[in-house]
């Protein structure tokens, strides 16, 4: 099955300053790469996604890149705020007769105002 | 458009009962995904149901665990004779159809079940 590694586990930036979070993923023929923001005690809400079709994929302060060859994707927060603190989940599927959404373990991220 | 409705929020048991969680999909997807998360953990897949069918249960524990999702109402996840270790957020997750084309998916907000 798919299996989907992130780093950093915790992450600390001032305001203002980028954050950069990885994650490498195993199955190849995985083609969907959704990333999700937990907020303490909330559920995970999609902030971005990226198919394999595309190398990259930006929304305003948030953008993802893919490198299909080297099986890993980053996501990557400009311009950072106190309420992009939160914890952050990349997620690929898997083949095999359907899709299965499989999680990395999370990177928190605290930006320190 | 009402969201993925969990319940209860929060579920207390003592070992040994039986725990039910609820699940309500969006209104009209089909597909329905548990994760379970333990604190400063990431999401553990479960089990994934389509309407009345069990598709993958590999995430799900053999014994005391048991998951469904009839044609008429919300999914089930039934833990019986529940342990300390089964202490956990319990997320469900819906989309309207296999994740991968163009559909996402709709998080729950969880139910947090303590075992005394």
Redesign the interface.
């Given at each position: 099955?798919e299996n989907v590694e992130?780093h950093p586990s915790t992450l600390s930036v001032q305001e203002g300053d980028s954050a950069v979070i990885k994650c490498t993923y195993s199955d190849s023929a995985s083609?969907?790469f959704?990333w999700?923001k937990q907020e303490l005690g909330?559920?995970?809400?999609?902030i971005i996604?990226i198919r394999s079709n595309v190398g990259e994929k930006k929304d305003q302060r948030i953008a993802v890149t893919l490198n299909k060859t080297a099986k890993h994707f980053s996501l990557h927060i400009t311009e950072t705020q106190p309420e992009d603190s939160a914890v952050y989940?990349c997620a690929a599927?898997s083949s095999g007769?359907?899709?299965?959404?499989?999680?990395?373990?999370?990177t928190k991220l605290q930006v320190i105002p | 458009n009402a969201g993925v409705m969990q319940n209860p929020r929060h579920l207390v048991r003592r070992r040994g009962q039986e725990a039910r969680l609820r699940c309500s999909p969006v209104k009209g997807h089909s597909h329905v995904?548990w994760?379970r998360q333990l604190p400063e953990?990431?999401?553990?897949?479960m089990v994934?149901l389509q309407k009345e069918n069990i598709?993958?249960e590999?995430g799900m524990p053999k014994e005391r665990f048991s998951a469904e999702f009839p044609k008429e109402g919300p999914s089930i996840l039934r833990i019986q004779q529940v342990v300390r270790g089964d202490s956990a957020a319990y997320?469900c997750a819906s989309s309207p159809s296999?994740?991968?084309t163009n559909e996402?998916?709709?998080?729950?907000?969880?139910t947090q079940l303590s075992v005394l």
């Open positions: 099955g992130q083609n969907y959704p999700y909330k559920r995970p809400q999609l996604d989940f599927t007769g359907y899709q299965k959404v499989t999680f990395g373990t999370g | 995904y994760y953990e990431g999401l553990k897949f994934y598709i993958d590999s997320f296999t994740v991968g996402k998916l709709f998080f729950g907000s969880g």
